[in-house]
């Protein structure tokens, strides 16, 4: 089988840069190897620049290109999409020097890998803490740059992504009922603490609306002379609802349960 010129030609120019590289890793120029590490910046070869990056960057402390050397490695890790890595890079670089040359971009992209490493609403919301933390830190620090606006963005998107989570969890409480315990109770104090704690979400009208089921739900499966007490924390939780959100995309469901309840208090014994 024949090999085509053109592939022989890349295959010959893989085998020099290869090459190359390999003698570069072996040089004790530190100056040619940071050279080489920028070259392999602007290429796009982020592996190959963080290598020699991660062994030049402690040599270069004190000397002209520390900075430099410290925030590109940073961005190489970004660039290969290692945002953990690119993360405490950058919070280094941020610590060592907060007046320096990159410090705004460095708290910023710090905050950002973070921000994309974010996992999703139902697991362990850690990183989005931190994240937040760090947008906070870079608004009021840098509140008049062009990537402000941008960093208020996304600190609300993951604040929103906070406020999703106690939804899930209230109304997992409420799917759970009185297994082993009172779910409904709990269902109602982790969405009225996420309104306290989310008060400009999206998603108020589903705390309310999980509150309001959480109560008819357990005055359902209530003793029946406890019921009229708890439907009438049922009309309640249905006030609230209605005159929070009078055209609510829950009206139905709440008028529902309105006229539910008061249909059993009517009838039902009182103490």
């Known amino acids: ?34 050279t080489y590490a920028k070259k392999y910046f ?3 070869k982020y592996n190959r620049s963080i290598t020699l990056l991660e062994e030049l960057v402690t040599f270069m402390k004190g000397t002209a290109q520390a900075e430099e050397s410290l925030y590109l490695l940073a961005q190489s890790h970004y660039n290969s999409r290692d945002y953990y890595s690119a993360t405490e890079v950058f919070t280094t670089y941020y610590n060592t020097y907060p007046k320096g040359e990159y410090a705004e971009p460095a708290l910023f992209y ?38 402000g606006e941008q960093a208020k963005n996304y600190l609300f998107e993951l604040q929103e ?21 009172n779910n409904y109770e709990s269902a109602v104090i982790t969405a009225r603490e996420a309104i306290k704690s989310y008060p400009y979400s999206k998603y108020l009208e589903d705390y309310q609306i999980t509150i309001l089921r959480a109560r008819y739900e357990y005055a359902q499966r209530s003793t029946l002379l406890t019921q009229p007490e708890r439907y009438r924390m049922v009309l309640d939780e249905y006030f609230n609802y209605t005159n929070t959100f009078p055209e609510g995309k829950y009206s139905a469901e709440a008028k529902g349960y309105y006229k539910e309840a008061q249909g059993k208090i009517d009838v039902l014994p009182t103490n």
């Not at 890349?10 to 004790?28: D, F, G």
């Not at 490493?117 to 870079?138: G, H, M, N, V, W």
């Not at 992504?161 to 315990?181: H, I, S």
């Open 110 to 147: 710090s905050a950002y890998g973070m921000y994309l490493d974010s996992p999703d609403a139902r697991l362990d919301q850690s990183k989005t803490y931190r994240a937040i933390a760090e947008f906070q830190k870079y608004i009021e620090r840098y509140p008049q740059t062009e990537r």
């Open 161 to 181: 992504k906070l406020a999703y989570k106690e939804l899930l969890a209230a109304q997992l409480y409420l799917d759970l009922g009185n297994y082993m315990g």
């Open 42 to 44: 602007e290429e796009g």
């Open 1 to 34: 089988m024949r090999i085509k010129p053109v592939c022989f030609l890349l295959l010959a120019l893989v085998l020099v840069s290869c090459n190359e590289y390999n003698k570069i890793l072996k040089s004790t120029d530190r100056d040619l190897k940071y």
